[in-house]
Nanobody
Framework: QVQLVESGGGLVQPGGSLRLSCVAS????????MGWYRQAPGKERELVAI???????NYADSVKGRFTISRDNTKNTVNLQMNSLKPEDTAVYYC????????????WGKGTLVTVSS
């Protein structure tokens, strides 16, 4: 059973930075995609960024140039460095994994709250 555990959320002022981390356990990670989604109050969950086990990345247009996704396959972790944060980035951020890649088998973390406010 794959388990995803997020950390790193919190309160930050506009223009500030946060780093989210997600540790995965319970499966082989040789071929997979991991990433982050977010859900703001009253809105649907949306993709933020994903990264495959080969290092290919994809970002939502709204975060390009501000957020960077990375992974450490030796530690089964995926990180999201968020810079120049805006109030509209406020949301619950969920770690997501598709294991194996292309299988349609998805896993979710419980989420971590990011609040951008002065």
């Amino acid at each position: 059973q794959v388990q995803l555990v997020e950390s790193g959320g919190g309160l930050v002022q506009p223009g500030g930075s946060l780093r989210l981390s997600c540790v995965a356990s319970g499966s082989s990670f040789r071929s997979n995609a991991m990433g982050w989604y977010r859900q703001a109050p009253g809105k649907e969950r949306e993709l933020v960024a994903i990264i495959t086990s080969s290092g290919r990345t994809n970002y939502a247009d709204s975060v390009k140039g501000r957020f960077t996704i990375s992974r450490d396959n030796t530690k089964n972790t995926v990180n999201l460095q968020m810079n120049s944060l805006k109030p509209e980035d406020t949301a619950v951020y969920y770690c997501h994994a598709e294991i194996p890649l292309g299988s349609g088998m998805e896993y979710w973390g419980k989420g971590t709250l990011v609040t951008v406010s002065s």
